[in-house]
Structures are given as C-alpha cells and as structure tokens.
C-alpha cells in the first residue's frame, strides 16, 4: 500500500513572525554557529550534531534529545527537533 503524505499547512503570517522570534532567542545557544540570511533557521555546530547523535545513542528520543541541548519545542516546533535528528544520523 502506497503511503499517503500529509500535505503541510501553509504557515500564516503570524506563526511564521513567532518561529522567527524564537529562532532569534535561540541564537546565542553555544551549538549554533550562525542564523540563516531570513533569521528563521540554525546553522547548527558539528559539535551540536555528535551531542545530539549521542543522545540519541543513548535511547532518547529526537525531542528529548534536541530539548537537552537548550532548544525549545514548544517554540521552536517539534519539527526543528526531528530534522535535526534525521540530519545526525546520517
């Protein structure tokens, strides 16, 4: 059976404006190097991304591990969390 791919939200204006925000009050995290050209992303250290896949080693899940390096889910979205993971284990 095929799988079917949750067609994503279109962010409004407002919610796109307070990811911004916390994507700013995240930017003095000792594992971001930088933010992107817009302030909406991390560029993430490579020390951030052997932290998380140890956490992950550990049995944590993406979230847990990703909120025990200083991010916030509830603001930062559960997403941030997942892509980040998906990135460590490569």
Request: charged share 35%; net charge positive; glycine share 4%.
């Amino acid at each position: 059976m095929a799988q079917v791919k949750k067609k994503k939200k279109k962010q409004t204006e407002a919610q796109r404006l307070a990811h911004r925000d916390a994507v700013i009050a995240h930017a003095d995290n000792k594992f971001v190097a930088e933010l992107t050209e817009k302030m909406d992303a991390f560029i993430y250290t490579k020390d951030f991304y052997i932290a998380l896949y140890k956490q992950l080693e550990k049995g944590m899940t993406a979230i847990e591990a990703y909120e025990s390096l200083g991010f916030d889910t509830k603001t930062l979205g559960k997403d941030c969390a997942q892509s980040a993971a998906k990135r460590a284990r490569q």
